[in-house]
């Protein structure tokens, strides 16, 4: 086995989900708003999901144009593909 491989599956994940912060922004914004224990973590995920599609999108836009970097038009041209796929 390499060692990268064996170094990586050790790590441990040093960050945790800003759970207290989810939960205050969905108070201050819909007080009526009732979710299950588990559902701040669940919209974190999907937020996270949401920002990797857009980074993969985004990289490929720029990979198509021949350009290194990232710029503001990749990132809002794969927002635009990526909003259009999520709407159903």
Known sequence: MALSTTVS???????KAP??????VF?????QLRLEKSGDLL???SCLLFVHRLAEESRTNACENKCGVI???HVLAA???ILKKSRG
């Open 19 to 24: 759970r207290g912060f989810l939960k205050r």
């Open 71 to 73: 710029n503001k038009e």
């Open 79 to 81: 927002a635009k593909v």
């Open 27 to 31: 108070k201050r914004q819909k007080p």
């Open 43 to 45: 919209v974190h995920l």
């Open 9 to 15: 599956q050790r790590k441990q994940i040093k960050r």
